[in-house]
């Protein structure tokens, strides 16, 4: 039991949110079904970890298919004939195949063009000028009632594990900024 949950910042105002009950407990599936039932996007997912005996990592990776609305049936049966042949991803990893040649693979019979590379990272947006305005947005009697206990708080992201932290007199700051 539990939910897959979603957050993406979309350069909204507001992260875009999506939810979906967990199917298998199985990371890849419920991806997959992730999309299918929050963003209506047929989703092929495929994951792998390889651990090595001392429990650091030796492998890892993954990929995700998504066919494009207009793709014909015969797309749909090519990518379903390659992914009943592929090998798990740690096995394709692990012999030295790259994300490339994974992909190529996957997309055997397509004639796939790639168009672009790009180097994958993590990177998390948060900041103290960020953190200052969800503050803000708890409203002038919950910023003075946590000034009045005359301790600093910390606000921690939940992304990337930063610590911003608070005193009393910028908490009232912050209100201030409000009146």
């Avoid at 967990?22 to 792998?48: F, N």
């Amino acid at each position: 039991n539990g939910y897959l949950q979603v957050i993406k910042d979309l350069g909204l105002k507001e992260p875009y949110v999506g939810m979906c009950p967990l199917v298998s407990g199985e990371i890849a599936e419920d991806i997959a079904r992730y999309y299918a039932d929050s963003e209506q996007t047929p989703t092929v997912c495929g994951l792998g970890v390889l651990v090595n005996p001392d429990l650091t990592v030796n492998v890892a990776g993954g990929y995700l298919i998504q066919v494009l609305p207009f793709a014909d049936d015969s797309v749909i049966d090519q990518l379903e004939k390659n992914l009943e042949t592929l090998p798990p991803v740690t096995k394709m990893m692990s012999e030295g195949m790259t994300p490339e040649q994974i992909a190529l693979r996957l997309l055997d019979g397509l004639e796939p063009n790639i168009l672009d590379e790009s180097e994958v990272s993590y990177k998390c947006n948060c900041s103290r000028e960020r953190t200052e305005k969800i503050l803000f947005s708890l409203g002038t009697a919950e910023l003075e009632e946590m000034a009045a206990d005359n301790e600093p708080i910390t606000v921690n992201c939940h992304f990337c594990d930063k610590s911003y932290v608070f005193t009393p007199e910028e908490l009232l700051a912050i209100r201030g900024d409000k009146q």
